[in-house]
């Protein structure tokens, strides 16, 4: 089961590569795997990753757009 609520936020592709932040609102953060650090510019990968999540996302079946239920 890896399916994800349509309501959580995906990070912006632009943002940092260890927490997703954007650079303007980043400053310091702590992430578990660099602990404390600046924005990191990320790479070119995460950028493509990150896209093609809020693609499918968007384009997720069931998701609300087509089946919406009056309850
Ligand atoms: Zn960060």
Sequence with gaps: ??????DERLPNPNGCR??????????QRWAPEVRWHGWAEPTGEQRKHRM????ARR???GSGATDRLAS
Excluded at 18 to 27: A, L, M, N, P, S
């Design 1 to 6: 089961m890896t399916e994800q609520r349509s």
């Design 59 to 61: 384009q997720a079946p």
């Design 52 to 55: 093609l999540a809020r693609r």
């Design 18 to 27: 260890w927490c997703g932040v954007d650079k303007q609102r980043h400053h």
